[in-house]
């Protein structure tokens, strides 16, 4: 995740009496330095902006007219240090916009933006400013740095570099406007995602045509119909909590193609949400900003700062894995051909059928349902084995705290300390889906950690966010594996955050490059599917029983199963991202024939949907995972090897390994990510453990 130089953490006292109105620009203390939610309206945020946006120029002006000679405090410190107000009130804005936005939300970020996104360029490309840095940079190995400061300094020097400090004039100025409009593109893309996402509805009235559905989905389908006005019917939408039980359980095959199709077109149906010129301008932009700092196209451009630094070696990494994934989804699509043979004579397997007969291939050959399963994952108490687990490994505790503000009634908030009693941070978790929330699943950063310049160590606010199934009158919140894996993952993001001792804020938490950032979440993900921390998460929601052995047992021996389909996927989704992203050209762009073309090149096999099509691709074209979605493979085989040194000592709870990953946990962005890691392993990541975990090699 990346933090622009304009956010900071400490929310600075206001005088007036007009300020003191707007809980944003308040002095009023809040627990924790939290944002003052219950208080925040809609008309405090752009007030609330315009004077942290003041107030930052203000902080910059000090640092460029300062008389001394730049030094390392006076400089590459201050900058870190400033823009405290800007990101009090952004981490409380765009946390709110993304996790329970509306139309005015969404309106106030498309004016915000072009004001961000001046006031970034104005303090990047100002020149003097640059002269400062430049000039404490180019004697850092004079200054008896420490290396947390040495890093510090090159990284601030380098962002200053890669967004156009060095650039000519003309330029500059070219590269203030492209920022401008790729912002608003942005706003624009994710927008429209989820007003498609919001305007299909399907309602069913025929209860034959759910024919196969649980019961449980059943419910969930007819609560949302009731609260849309339709009592008579059964309502389902591409929101995954809705469509997914269709697809694996459903026997109407009209049905499943209806809700797959309506999920995989958004933002492509040639309306005023439709999203291929928003890509087609996107890719423009991005290629001229890559071509202005004198790279061929973005991907060299933007990954010139992580772990694969360039496209051919991130490509190389994907192909290398593409290969063994694509064989054994051929090989799986060959066994479901089978099956959908005994139901339609003669036709082929089309993507709308993978996951049904995928659903019963899975039945018969482990005797295992995913019905059998939700059961035993009830929200709360998946929620209670992860923070279980971060106790057994790092020794952290976390306490609910009631009566905090959040910006929705869904939200709960804990308090997470060390073994000490200390303060660790405060997590905030929201997962459930609303109308006013983007799809998927996140961790946010509201406030950053930091020590400031009198010492004091600020904690961080984390939240997890996900769109997980809501409680219906019968049941409570029931999540399927998958659901629990995805818990599990975000929740070691949130403690990436949490765990920060950095000094410096642009250095502390998940300010590390986009191919290291999901180790620590997707090392999470293994320690869910272990007996001995499922025992601990998973106890049947209506009896407390906890899961037989025989179903961990089925689970386990399950857990290769369909890998084949799980990795093309998301492989074929990182290969159509870096496609994009090695353009040269984007002038004459036909999304469909480009996304086509790219499934052809990689021989993609028709049965299966890439997870993300281009126009609703958000992680792409929204959230800065451009060029980098390969980066979740590439962490993989990172967290497969660091698991492994667990594994190897026959403890998966090794207290020794675990306080050498803590360690590397603490240290967010301060040292080089292999520097990081070889220092946690001992030798660099070893490919083997993750085509060993997912069965592609004995």
């Known amino acids: 995740m990346k933090k622009s130089l304009i956010l900071g953490i400490t929310l600075l006292a206001m005088m007036s009496c007009h300020h003191n109105q707007n809980p944003l620009l308040s002095n009023e203390e809040t627990p924790y330095g939290v944002p003052a939610f219950d208080k925040i309206r809609l008309e405090h945020y752009m007030p609330a902006f315009k004077e942290a946006i003041k107030q930052q120029n203000e902080e910059i002006d000090a640092i460029v007219n300062n008389t001394e000679a730049p030094t390392f405090e006076n400089t590459i410190v201050a900058l870190d240090r400033c823009g405290s107000l800007l990101n009090h009130v952004s981490g409380a804005f765009y946390n709110v916009l993304e996790a329970d936005g509306n139309d005015e939300m969404n309106a106030i970020a498309e004016e915000i933006s072009p004001m961000l996104s001046e006031l970034s360029d104005g303090i990047i490309l100002n020149q003097a400013l640059f002269e400062r840095v430049k000039a404490v940079y180019d004697q850092r190995h004079d200054l008896n740095l420490t290396p947390e400061q040495m890093r510090l300094t090159e990284e601030t020097y380098k962002s200053f ?159 290398s894995v593409w290969e063994p994934s694509l064989a054994a989804a051929k090989r799986e699509a060959a066994a479901l051909q089978e099956l959908l043979n005994q139901d339609y004579p003669g036709e082929e397997l089309q993507p709308w059928d993978w996951w049904y007969y995928s659903e019963k291939l899975r039945k018969a050959q482990f005797d295992l349902d995913e019905e059998q399963l939700k059961p035993y994952f009830e929200l709360s108490n998946v929620r209670k084995g992860a923070f279980g687990l971060a106790t057994k490994l790092y020794g952290l505790q976390f306490e609910p705290i009631k009566d905090m503000p959040v910006y929705n009634k869904e939200v709960e908030v804990f308090r997470v300390t060390d073994a000490n009693g200390e303060l660790v941070g405060i997590l905030y978790t929201d997962y459930f889906p609303r109308a006013g929330k983007r799809p998927g699943a996140w961790m946010n950063d509201i406030c950053h950690q930091f020590v400031d310049a009198e010492g004091v160590d600020h904690r961080p606010v984390i939240v997890n966010v996900g769109n997980f199934n809501k409680p219906t009158k019968d049941n409570p919140s029931l999540l399927s594996m998958d659901d629990v894996e995805t818990l599990f993952h975000e929740f070691g ?206």
């Not at 500059?172 to 305007?199: C, D, H, M, P, Y």
């Not at 950095?502 to 272990?530: H, I, K, W």
């Open 161 to 319: 570099a890669q967004n156009g400090a060095n650039l000519p004039e003309d330029k500059k100025e070219r590269l203030k406007a492209i920022n401008q409009e790729l912002g608003l593109l942005s706003l624009k893309f994710g927008n429209n995602v989820v007003a498609e996402t919001n305007a299909y509805q399907l309602f069913v009235t025929d209860e034959a045509e759910l024919a196969g559905l649980p019961e449980s989905a059943k419910a969930a389908a007819k609560e949302e119909a009731e609260a849309a006005g339709r009592a008579d019917a059964w309502l389902f939408t591409p929101k995954r909590t809705s469509f997914t039980p269709v697809l694996q359980y459903c026997e109407n095959r009209e049905l499943r193609k209806e809700l797959l199709m309506a999920y995989t077109t958004r933002g492509n149906h040639d309306n005023e949400f439709d999203n291929k010129e928003i890509i087609r301008r996107t890719m423009q932009l991005r290629i001229e900003k890559a071509q202005l700092f004198g790279y061929n196209c973005p991907a060299d451009y933007i990954l010139a700062d992580c772990m694969a630094k360039d496209a051919k070696t991130a490509t190389a990494f994907l192909q």
């Open 493 to 698: 993001h949130a403690l990436h955050g949490l765990m920060s001792k950095a000094t410096y804020q642009s250095l502390a938490g998940t300010n590390t490059p986009r191919d290291f950032v999901e180790l620590p979440s997707q090392f999470m993900e293994n320690y869910c599917y272990e007996p001995e921390i499922m025992r601990t998460y998973a106890f049947h929601y209506a009896t407390g029983e906890v899961i037989p052995d025989s179903l961990i047992e089925k689970i386990n021996r399950a857990s290769k199963f369909n890998q084949g389909f799980v990795e093309t996927e998301l492989l074929c989704a990182s290969i159509l991202d870096m496609d994009y992203h090695t353009l040269t050209n984007a002038d004459n762009l036909d999304v469909e024939a480009f996304e086509a073309a790219s499934m052809a090149k990689m021989n993609m096999i028709p049965e299966i949907i890439s997870r993300y099509r281009s126009t609703f691709f958000n992680h792409i074209f929204t959230t800065g995972y451009e060029a980098g979605y390969y980066s979740y493979t590439w962490s993989a085989v990172l967290d497969a090897d660091a698991f492994a040194a667990f594994k190897e000592t026959g403890n998966i709870l090794n207290p020794d390994v675990a306080q050498r990953f803590h360690h590397l946990l603490e240290q967010g962005g301060t040292r080089e990510a292999y520097e990081l890691y070889r220092e946690f392993r001992g030798k660099d990541a070893d490919p083997k453990y993750l085509l060993l975990r997912k069965g592609f090699i004995e």
